[in-house]
């Protein structure tokens, strides 16, 4: 994310009082989110540019995982992005800013996918789940893994939007149901009913891997 990038919103010039200010203050990777996001409220684009660094490994992996394709997880991370720098003003701290951003990059992942309507397989090392290689795996259970980590994550695709969402979100995120009803603007029997289905769903379709 550069000044360039979330240039909608312009910081105090650099002769004012609050600039001089901001030459002795600490610097911006020490301070803590609630600060960071005041100032970034405040027109501070270097803070929010330090908000976005926190989170944007944790936001990316979301959009891979509900998307399956990772140019379109990094388009959709870049437009909520911007918006969420267009937008930062109207956060109240009623939620956490992580929940806040999840919810901003849910909504542009499920407008993306909605124009796309694409359901392919999440990267191989991005696939749910898989466990650790310890070295010790012979070439045949390597083989063998790498096989249901690809139908795994075909089945996480083949999804419905909602209940791909709400999964990933719940178990590769491990939200909780309150925070997962937050982001996705969905009431939490709603959430847990989406989950129920998904899981359903992955059970019936990995039967032959059990």
Do not use: K
């Amino acid at each position: 994310m550069t000044n360039a990038q979330v240039s909608g919103r312009s910081a105090t010039g650099a002769g004012s009082p609050r600039a001089a200010r901001a030459a002795h203050a600490p610097s911006r990777a020490t301070l803590d989110e609630a600060t960071l996001v005041v100032r970034a409220q405040d027109g501070d684009a270097g803070a929010f540019e330090e908000l976005a660094r926190r989170h944007q490994e944790t936001l990316f992996r979301v959009a891979v995982r509900v998307l399956g394709e990772r140019a379109d997880a990094e388009d959709a991370l870049q437009e909520a992005l911007i918006d969420a720098w267009r937008r930062i003003g109207t956060f109240r701290g009623d939620a956490a800013f992580s929940t806040w951003m999840y919810r901003i990059v849910v909504n542009r992942c499920t407008a993306l996918a909605r124009r796309a309507r694409r359901t392919e397989p999440l990267p191989p090392d991005d696939g749910p789940g898989a466990p650790p290689d310890d070295g010790r795996r012979s070439p045949e259970r390597v083989a063998e893994v790498d096989a249901e980590m690809a139908a795994l994550s075909r089945a996480v695709a083949s999804l419905p939007e909602e209940q791909r969402t709400a999964w990933v979100l719940r178990e590769l995120e491990g939200l909780g149901y309150t925070e997962i009803s937050q982001i996705t603007g969905a009431g939490e029997t709603a959430v847990r009913g989406r989950i129920h289905r998904a899981r359903g769903a992955l059970a019936e379709r990995m039967r032959a891997w059990r």
